[in-house]
């Protein structure tokens, strides 16, 4: 298909203020098709765009990099002995940078992007958890980057030797079938990221949607 056409589908979904399920769908599946042939010079955008599209993913370069942020987030948590928090989480899960990436590209192709005017980015990611990501997991496969990616694999191994914390094998957000949204006296959220380690214990991270802000600082978060 040519990029015009690609271009002119996009445009007509960044320039709306919300995009539904399906919107939300065609706007990763045609941005997948323009960054095809320039994919690693996006591949957070390229990542998510597959992410959304397929029940579980585990052969992405760009998983490696993420992973490796992960860990360290993890690390920051076990030096500090605090429980994992979902800002640290959702931080090295790479939202920001998807945005970034996602207006770069709107710049290079002239796509207006009023879709992320105001509160638009964080709606927009809001929608993508609850519509797109849930019950889809990230899976870490380290055979994969050992062939094809040895430099990341050497620095899992090193890092996760010992320490089955930090030995993440997937992630995925998942809905509380437990939740109550009539309750008065809710305790439980109604979303959870889980991540599973190399033994397949699970680990739920509360997921409140109302910390995007500090997500997308640049300030360190303390542990």
């Not at 879709?115 to 980015?121: E, K, S």
């Amino acid at each position: 298909m040519k990029k015009e056409i690609i271009i002119e589908k996009l445009t007509k979904l960044a320039t709306r203020k919300t995009l539904n399920e399906e919107e939300q769908i065609s706007f990763f599946v045609w941005l997948r098709h323009l960054i095809e042939e320039d994919k690693s010079d996006y591949p957070t955008v390229y990542l998510y765009s597959n992410w959304v599209l397929h029940p579980r993913l585990d052969q992405n370069i760009e998983c490696g990099a993420i992973i490796i942020e992960m860990i360290s987030s993890l690390e920051a948590v076990d030096v500090g002995g605090s429980l994992l928090s979902t800002i640290l989480f959702l931080k090295s899960l790479r939202f920001k940078k998807l945005i970034d990436e996602i207006l770069e590209v709107s710049k290079e192709y002239s796509i207006p992007m009023t879709l992320f005017t105001d509160n638009g980015i964080f709606v927009f990611l809001n929608q993508l958890i609850k519509n797109l990501l849930i019950g889809k997991p990230l899976e870490f496969n380290l055979e994969y980057h050992k062939a094809h990616n040895k430099e990341c694999f050497n620095h899992i191994s090193k890092k996760t030797i010992g320490r089955d914390i930090l030995a993440v094998q997937s992630v995925c957000f998942n809905h509380n079938e437990k939740f109550d949204s009539k309750s008065d006296c809710q305790q439980e959220s109604e979303y959870y990221v889980v991540y599973k380690n190399r033994n397949n214990i699970s680990t739920l991270v509360p997921m409140e949607f109302n910390i995007w802000p500090v997500v997308f600082s640049d300030n360190r978060v303390q542990s």
